[in-house]
């Protein structure tokens, strides 16, 4: 394994990152290389893989992978991680059909499920987005975000349903201190890294994943799907009726019935 000092310097990617085809063979089978050729009809050289061994950096590299994949809390170095792959998002142009989202989706955007405070829900310009899946939609007053999790790298996804799903699993209390959102950006962002195609070999779940490298990032839009409203409309009763949450509810209301929710 290599020394936590070598990792922090510099990462060793050899002449190609994550280049070995032996390390997409895990014991799941619904993983790797046969999900990529029975699922996707793909193969490694898809993504511009030619064979090189991986190097120690880069085996400590999808370990980190794995355990961020089944629970970002379980990797066990999160400097050394973001640092590694800070240094591939560097050359994400050099090596595109691996490292450059847009080449995995024909989206222009990607999402996160999260939460926001009701004063940054306040601050915000709200207006109905009316389609079969209605939602709540904020392009401005946009300012970055810094999400509570403190590990450099945060996870998007390819697809808006997976992050409107997150979303809506997040707990609503009725002094709405956090409400469910979706946060979108660019997938051409400088900072986002992966290829969601391949991304879906390493992680226990197929969810087209995308890496954003970095502390913060500005979303372009920020959404609510219409049954994360549904949901904070039946708290209403249940809310602390103090002056900040009648406020939050008297913005909310003429919404929620633009949407239908309410009459």
């Known amino acids: 394994m290599a020394r936590l000092k070598d990792i922090l310097n510099e990462f060793d990617y050899g002449q190609r990152p994550l280049d070995d085809p032996n390390a997409w063979n895990p014991e799941d089978v619904r993983l790797g290389v046969d999900l990529l050729k029975s699922r996707y009809g793909m193969t490694l050289s898809d993504f511009g893989l030619e064979g090189e061994p991986n190097t120690e950096d880069e085996k400590q590299l999808i370990a980190f992978l794995e355990d961020f994949f089944d629970m970002p809390e379980m990797v066990d170095n999160k400097a ?50 009316k389609k079969a899946d209605p939602y709540l939609s904020a392009t401005g007053p946009i300012k970055s975000v810094r999400p509570r999790s403190d590990r ?43 290829n969601p195609m391949f991304l879906n070999t390493i992680g226990m779940w197929s969810e087209f994943e995308v890496l954003y490298v970095g502390d913060s990032f500005k979303p372009v839009e920020y959404q609510i799907p219409s049954y994360v409203i549904k949901r904070i409309m039946s708290l209403q009763d249940k809310a602390d009726r103090t002056p900040e949450v009648a406020e939050f509810y008297t913005k909310l209301m003429p919404l929620a019935s633009e949407m239908k929710i309410i009459k």
């Open 80 to 129: 050394a991680f973001a640092n590694m792959l800070s240094t591939l998002v560097k050359v994400k142009s050099k090596f595109p059909k691996l490292l450059d989202p847009a080449q995995g989706t024909p989206k222009q955007f990607i999402w996160r499920g999260a939460t926001m405070t009701m004063d940054m829900f306040m601050k915000l310009d709200w207006k109905v987005i």
């Open 152 to 194: 450099g790298v945060h996870s998007f996804t390819a697809v808006w349903q997976t992050a409107w799903k997150f979303a809506n699993r997040h707990n609503i209390r009725p002094n709405m201190w956090r409400i469910p959102c979706v946060f979108k950006i660019s997938v051409k962002d400088k900072n986002t890294l992966f």
